[in-house]
C-alpha cells in the first residue's frame, strides 16, 4: 500500500501501521463507487482481520452490482472525531484522525478468509466472537476485502 502525501504536511502520518490501525478504531467506513461515472458513497463496518481490510455487505443489491461491475473504489474512515468550539464559527475546528484512499474490493470465495472476517467483525461490534453463524445469515451476505492502492493519514487537533 502506497503512502498518498499531504499538502498539509504537519498532519499527515506516513506510518502504515498507523492508517491500518485506525480501521479498527473507526465505528465505520466511508465507501465510493463508481455508478455510471458518478460516485455511490456508503458507510459500512469495516474490521482487521489477518492482513486484510474486511466489509460486509448484502448478497444482492447495487452496492455489490457497482463493487462487482468495477471493482475499484474510494474509502475514508474517520474516529476520534470532535468539534473543537472557538470564539467565532471561523475559528472552530475539527480534531480528528482519518484515513481515505482508493483500492480494489474482492469479493472473499475462501471459507477461512470468510470467517475469520466474520469474527473480526464479531469482535469489534460485539466484543465476542460466537461458536458459528446461522447459515441463513451467511448466505444473505458477502465479505468484501479492501485492498488498498494509495492511502493518506491524517491526524488534526
Known sequence: ???????????????????RALFDEAPYLMLALNDGGAPYVVPLCVALAGGGIYLHMAAAGRKLDLLLADPRAGFAAVAHAAVVPGATACATGMRASSVAG???????????????????????????????YPEAALDAMVV????PISITGRRTG
Open 102 to 132: 482508493t483500492a480494489r474490493c474482492a469479493v472473499v470465495d475462501d471459507p477461512g478468509e470468510r470467517r475469520s472476517a466474520l469474527d473480526a467483525f464479531a469482535r469489534k461490534y460485539t466484543g465476542a466472537v460466537p461458536d458459528g
Open 1 to 19: 500500500m502506497n503512502v498518498t502525501p499531504m499538502c498539509r504536511a504537519e498532519k499527515e502520518v506516513t506510518d502504515p501501521a498507523w492508517c
Open 144 to 147: 468484501v476485502r479492501l485492498d
